[in-house]
């Protein structure tokens, strides 16, 4: 018996972040090229995003630094009046469209996360009230939920951004507008969160743990928070990964339809929009670059999402 | 002998069906002391869970309970229902599972699970709770009781995660343990550990223990009485010696001549013809008397008495050990 303890003593525990390194999903990750290179571009973007400030060779938004003479410059050409010379161009009012992609991308980014974050906040906890109480609680939370999806979720953000934006006074509008994005697409993405936490959760209840949890007197709160939540995460977390990527596709879809961000506060989908108009008149780049980083962008979200679920699903180890 | 722990008077449980209803338990009447080990054996079917589930209020609808009743120390717990059965579910009963692989949860170590436990039912702070939780699983014979505290069950084998099991279950000290086929799960030379501490603790401790078990080695080894369900009655209750070398019952008498026995150089197992009857089929009179080599023409008419209509100890017109004249 003392060989057994001293051996247990002596045993060293790695750090968490060696063993973080030597998990199953960190040993997977080193071995999916496409997982790595979608990280590798999302980090790039995410990163780039955060410095916009910093990294920025104009900005955007100061008007005063702003040179009409220098609208329409061709990508890497100096500038017919100024000499002045942009790695992507400029748009009609002579904005660098670098600059305002790095920060249209703050923009889209924080809504998105923000978005899918309030959406996975009501989705987990309807879904574990509905799994784990059932009867009349699951029942109106799911017949809501089955009401939301038969209409098209940018249908149910618009319907919420135009009550959103009736109410709020016009001179906090374009202020409130980006908040008010969020709230439209957070509150028509929590549907299938809580389909598959309620699905879990109908699972994990029939565990004999829950059972046991249940026999040794705890209550349903902590039962629902310390003994289902974490057993349910896996699949959250897949869903909330690919539904980043739907959000700022979403975000860019309403502001592209002239009901998201106002041009004042520019996101990706803004700068498409804008650009847009200049599409067949020769000035391509005003449209190309945004576009491309939005694709860019959303598509290594959904590869790295894809990637996810392969890993987290023990079946297809 | 002071009050029984628990006291079940005729118990009847019933479940609703679309052909009749069926009686998984059907008047059961039984008492359980402090300190006292009572045994539950029968064949799949008989009813030993549904009764242990009644008592810690685990039925799963359309199941309930429709007559009789439940005492904990002489108070009626049948009725109970939300906080009430909460509070007293680990305070003052606990329940040890089958299969102590499902029985814990695998995302959090056993030290957060025991005094999370803890700390819900008994007035203490954390840091003591801690230190209770490092006793528990000392007191059940884990190794190094205070480094294991942080390991996850998947780091512990199954004999080991069973002491954990059990570890949960009287860690707030609670005076009535059911105990469901506690050892099924577990290989043979573990069981007879796992009996052996559930003695310990019980004698211990004082505490009460409802083991519902098939296996007839496992009551001879730990239980002091032993109940025999058959076809959700009680066929037999008994001190353990008196109904494992002299049963009264003739399904009991079977139980005992189909256990194998090495000694006696048997070829063949013996074993109790046919097979016990479905619960929406049961034969009119006794319902063991298809299968009973004794079976009167009364057994075949007249249900079996209970238990308390004959000597309390089998229910059956013709008891084993006994003239026939003496009930006829």
Partial sequence: MSDHQAEIETRRTPGRLARAWDSDLAYSFRHAPVAMVSAAVVLILVLSALLAPWIAPYDPFDPGSLNLMNGFTPPGQPNAFTQETFVLGTDDQ?????????????????????????????????????????????SVIMRVADIQLTFPAILVAMLIFGIAKGITPPAYRDQMAIWVLILAIGLSDWVQFARVVRGATLVEKSRDYVQAARLVGRRPFSIMIRHILPNVLNPVLVIATISLALAIIAEATLSFLGVGAPPTKPSLGTLIRIGQGFMFSGEWWILLFPALTLLALALSINLLGDWLRDALNPRLR | MSDPVLSVRDLVVEIPTRRGVLRPVDG?????????????????????????????????????????????????????????????????????????????????????QLTETILEHLDVSPAEARERAVAALDEVGIPAARQRIGSYPHEFSGGMRQRVVIALALCAEPELVIADEPTTALDVSVQAQIVALLKRLCRERGVAVMLVTHDMGVIAE?????????????????????????????????????????????????????AMPRLDALPVGCAFHPRCDRAEPRCRQTPGPTLSACDGRAACWFPLGQPKEVLA
């Fill in chain 1, 94 to 138: 002579g904005r660098d469209v670098f600059s305002t992609i790095l920060f249209g991308m703050r923009i889209s980014l924080f809504v998105g996360f923000s978005a899918v974050l309030l959406a996975m906040v009501i989705g987990v906890v309807l879904g574990l009230l509905a799994g784990y109480l059932g009867g009349w609680v699951e």
């Fill in chain 2, 28 to 112: 059961v009447s039984y008492d359980i002391a402090a300190g006292e080990i009572l045994g539950v054996v029968g064949e799949s079917g008989a009813g030993k869970s549904m009764t242990g589930n009644a008592v810690i209020g685990l039925l799963d609808r359309p199941a309930r309970i429709t007559s009789g009743e439940i005492l904990l120390t002489g108070q009626p717990i049948h009725r109970l229902q939300g906080e009430a059965l909460r509070r007293l579910r680990g305070r003052r009963m606990g329940m040890i599972f089958q299969d102590p692989l499902t029985s814990l949860n695998p995302l959090l170590t056993v030290g957060d």
């Fill in chain 2, 222 to 274: 730990a239980a002091d009485r032993v109940a025999v369900m058959y076809a959700g009655r009680l066929a037999e209750l008994g001190p353990v010696r008196d109904v494992v070398t002299a049963a009264r019952h003739p399904y009991t008498a079977g139980l005992m001549a189909s256990t194998p026995d090495a000694s006696r150089g048997q070829r063949r197992l013996r074993q109790i013809p046919g």
